[in-house]
Nanobody, 113 residues
Framework: QVQLVESGGGLVQAGGSLRLSCAASGFAFDFKTMAWHRQAPGKERELVAF???????NYVDSVRGRFTISRDNAENTVYLQMNSLKPEDTAVYYC???????WGKGTLVTVSS
């Protein structure tokens, strides 16, 4: 059974940091590109960052330089370190195995101004 379980969300002030984790099980994590997406209130879900099976990270322009995606294949976990958070980063953040229907239930990040 495939599972993706996000954790680490919460309330933080602008300029602060959070680290999200996504624990994966039930599929060949090592061979999958993994991604973080987010959905802000009233908006469509959008890609934030992804990391290839080889560990190469990619970011959308709005988070580049502030967010860092990483993975630990030994722990089947992907991380998203978020620094210099802005109120516009407020969203539910979802973990996803790229090009699959494997999604977590999300973790809420709220950034206050």
């Amino acid at each position: 059974q495939v599972q993706l379980v996000e954790s680490g969300g919460g309330l933080v002030q602008a300029g602060g940091s959070l680290r999200l984790s996504c624990a994966a099980s039930g599929f060949a994590f090592d061979f999958k590109t993994m991604a973080w997406h987010r959905q802000a209130p009233g908006k469509e879900r959008e890609l934030v960052a992804f990391i290839t099976s080889g560990g190469a990270p990619n970011y959308v322009d709005s988070v580049r330089g502030r967010f860092t995606i990483s993975r630990d294949n030994a722990e089947n976990t992907v991380y998203l370190q978020m620094n210099s958070l802005k109120p516009e980063d407020t969203a539910v953040y979802y973990c996803n195995a790229w090009a699959t229907n494997y999604w977590g239930k999300g973790t809420l990040v709220t950034v206050s101004s």
